[in-house]
Each structure stands twice: as structure tokens, then as C-alpha cells.
């Protein structure tokens, strides 16, 4: 018989349950929510599928606050944990987060040895790094989402300025998930034609700031959380090309084990991301500027991955 594939989202919250929302109307598979909240991720379950007879879409949709019920399941998307309030870094969630994943990851993995878990919470390249540790698995089988959402917000802020369409810019962005991100301009453009033929130089670079403290622009706006509609619909790419075995070519967090120089860390890179995962980290040749942030944003990755103490 064909089954559907199992998509089970960890923490129902803001960027929890609209990666289930974004999982259900793409129909991706069934999808299981969990949160500490009782009540919480079974309403909106429930809730989502009563959308399903008016968008049109069918699948399960389950909330709960126990495991069991994410048996067996094809992808795992992390999204639990503390998001930031107004002044805070991604590295003041640490030790926070650093618990909630240890725990959630452990549960995780027990009812699905064989998923692919997709880390969401922050500080992002940390968090991921901590989950292949708790989770044991190989390093094609945990990956974070960042750099999709990181070059969306330069596609929206290049798309913006020269008025043209967001789908007709590809950009790039390497590196950790925090304020050392390296925005790629040389590797940007529009439908193929480089970016220098529509911005000057100047500009770019006031375009290049924004993107990186894109998330803190949020979140000084909300007050009260940070951005999800953006985040979740980046992370819920990423599972689409998992469960379909897309073979994308997507930039995520992932683990190096010497490309770019750099080694046991996860990091912002291109990968081909398929049924099997991670299936390759592409490597770029980088020019000495681009060489120089990225050590600088590696330097700050690992920092962070040695300030938990694993
Ligand atoms: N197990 C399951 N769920 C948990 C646990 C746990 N141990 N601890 C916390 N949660 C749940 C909370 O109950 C809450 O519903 O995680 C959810 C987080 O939701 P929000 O507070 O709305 O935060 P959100 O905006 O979704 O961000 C979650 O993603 O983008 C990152 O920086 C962000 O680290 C943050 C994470």
C-alpha cells in the first residue's frame, strides 16, 4: 500500500504550527505536533484540519504531548525552544534551548531511529550540532535550516529595490545562522544577469546589513517573539525536497568535516538535499574577502559549540 510520508514537528508554537500549516496545504504527508502545552498542539491540529475541506487538501493532523505518536516518522522538524525577545542575540537562548533539544532530540529519536531531523531552534548552528550528538545519527540525517531564510530576506530586500519580481533573484548566503552571516553578492542575481548591473556597490552592502539583522528587525517589530511565516516556509522547503527527493541545491546548515577548511561544526553551505538527506556539500571557490567572513563566522559557530560543553 502507499503511504503518505510522516512529518512530525516538534513544538506547536509560532514557527511549529505554521510549518505544519505550510506541510498540510503543500500536502508533504501527514503531520504530527508536539508541545509541552496540554491541549495546545492538539487544538491546532484539529483546527488545521477543519481548514483542509475549504483550501482542499487532505492528510492527518495530530497534536499531542506524547511521543508515541511521532512513530516511525520520515522527518522531523525541531522548532521547540525559546525565540527571541527585543535585544537579545540568537547565543542568549543557549542554555535554554541547549536542554529543551537535548531532551526533545532523545524522545525523538527513540520511536524514529530512521528520520531525518531538520533543527529550526536557535542559535541554530549549535542546536544542530547538539542534535546530531544527542541523536547519534550520520551527519546526512541532521541538517538546520538558515540559509534559505537568510537569502530570502536578501532576495526580499533586493526585490524591493529594483522592483522586479522576488522569483527572479537567486542569492546566496553562507555561514552561521547570526550576526557574522555572509551574504554572497558575487554569486547573486537576477534571472542570471549579476547584481553590480542593477545596484551599485554602496547600496548593496546597506541591503547586505539589513539581511543580516533581518531576524532582529523582526523581532524589534513584534516586541513579544521572532519571525515565522518566513522561517517556517524556508524549513518546510527543505522537507519538501526531503520527501520528495527533490535533490535541491539549497543552502542549510550542515556538518563539515573539511570542506571550506573547517571541520566537526555545522554550518551554512549549499547541499544537495534529497531523499537520503544531505546528500553533498557543494564547495565554492572563495575569493580571499569571502574566505576572510566566513573564518570570522566559523569562528563565532564554533565559540558557540564550545560554550555548551558537550
Ligand atoms: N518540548 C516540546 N515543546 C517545547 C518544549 C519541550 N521541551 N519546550 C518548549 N516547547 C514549546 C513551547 O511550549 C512553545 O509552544 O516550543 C514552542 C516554541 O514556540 P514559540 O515560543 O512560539 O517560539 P517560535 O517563534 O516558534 O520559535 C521557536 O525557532 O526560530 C527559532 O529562535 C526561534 O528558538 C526559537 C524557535
Partial sequence: MMKRSKISVIGAGNVGATCAHWAAVHELGDVVLIDIVEGMPQGKALDLAESAPVEGFDGLYVG???????????????????ARKPGMTREDLLEANK?????????????SPDAIIVTVTNPLDTMTYLAKKISGFPKNR????????????????????????????????????GDTMVPVP????????????????????????RTRDGGAEIVKLLKTGSAYYAPAASTIQMVEAIVKDKKRILPCSAYLEGEYGLNDMYFGVPVKLGGNGVEQVI?????????????????AVKGSIEAMNL
Fill in 64 to 82: 499531542s504531548q506524547d511521543y508515541k505518536e511521532t512513530a516511525n516518522s520520515d522527518v522531523i522538524v525541531i522548532t521547540s525552544g525559546m
Fill in 99 to 111: 536542554n529543551i533539544i537535548t531532551q526533545v532530540v532523545t524522545n525523538c529519536v527513540e520511536h
Fill in 142 to 177: 541532521v541538517v538546520g535550516q538558515a540559509g534559505i531564510l537568510d537569502a530570502a530576506r536578501f532576495r526580499t530586500f533586493i526585490a524591493m529595490e529594483i522592483g522586479v519580481s522576488v522569483e527572479d533573484i537567486q542569492a546566496l548566503v553562507l555561514g552561521g545562522h
Fill in 186 to 209: 558575487r554569486y547573486c542575481t537576477v534571472s542570471g544577469i549579476p547584481i553590480s548591473e542593477f545596484i551599485p556597490k554602496a547600496r548593496l552592502d546597506e541591503i547586505i546589513a
Fill in 283 to 299: 564547495e565554492l571557490d572563495l575569493n580571499d574577502d569571502e574566505m576572510d567572513l566566513v573564518k570570522t563566522s566559523a569562528a
